[in-house]
């Protein structure tokens, strides 16, 4: 069975340039969820998604950050316009419906804004 | 709401050696309590959790962590260290009511000397 697949593994912009990655759960996992996690740190929730449905998104930073999850499965999450400090890994991950704390991560992506 | 310290964001063992990794919450209800690893670029995974029951817990490779109420504790450990053990170490907390997510502490760095 694959794994939760998230694209690009490595990513290097200018500050003011967009940039977007994509995330692909494992199959039949309902809950999306995307973290970010800064060089030395845990990871910290940006967004949780309960099939296309944004159930918390307290911490994402709406004016830069976006994401969306269309048909409940694969999601994409953006940032426009990337300022230095949003260089770290942005991670995904995925669970089954109803929570039992076992996520199940990506490889992660890793940012970095010059 | 809930929080995660890790005391020591490095930890060096000798292989063959105890490895002792510490982790104290704070949580208003009861906790529901997790340790992932991260092995270099790879994604986090599960070694282990305590939901009820059992305080003792035991994890994949050979991993296990007891849940102290009284100390607020769930501290990692392991009776013999081995050179493949080395990697990023996470405590989690979370409960169940509310929003059903992870909160992170912010690693230990366990390496594994020959």
């Known amino acids: 069975e694959a794994g939760v697949v998230q694209s690009p593994r490595y990513k290097i912009i200018e500050k003011k340039q967009p940039v977007a990655f994509w995330c692909n759960p494992i199959s039949g996992h309902n809950t999306l969820y995307w973290y970010l996690q800064n060089l030395g740190q845990g990871p910290e929730l940006l967004i949780r998604?309960?099939?296309?449905?944004?159930?918390?998104d307290s911490q994402l930073p709406k004016d830069r950050f976006s994401a969306e999850r269309l048909k409940g499965v694969d999601s994409t999450l953006k940032i426009q316009p990337a300022e230095l400090g949003d260089s770290a890994v942005y991670l995904c991950?995925?669970?089954?419906?109803?929570?039992?704390?076992?996520?199940?991560f990506g490889e992660g992506s890793r940012l970095t804004v010059l | 709401a809930q929080s995660v310290t890790q005391l020591g964001s490095h930890v060096s063992v000798s292989e063959g050696a105890l490895v002792l990794l510490r982790c104290n919450y704070s949580s208003s209800v009861p906790p529901y309590l997790f340790w992932y690893v991260q092995y270099p670029n790879q994604g986090l995974q599960l070694l282990l959790k305590y939901t009820t029951g059992a305080t003792l817990v035991k994890g994949i490779n050979g991993f296990e962590a007891e849940f102290k109420k009284s100390e607020t504790s769930f501290h990692l450990t392991k009776p013999s260290a081995h050179m493949s053990d080395a990697a990023e170490y996470f405590c989690a907390v979370s409960v169940v009511q509310g929003a059903q997510k992870l909160v992170f502490g912010q690693g230990t760095r366990l390496t594994i000397n020959p």
């Open positions: 991950a995925s669970s089954v419906t109803g929570f039992s704390g076992e996520l199940f």
């Open positions: 998604y309960e099939n296309e449905e944004a159930v918390d």
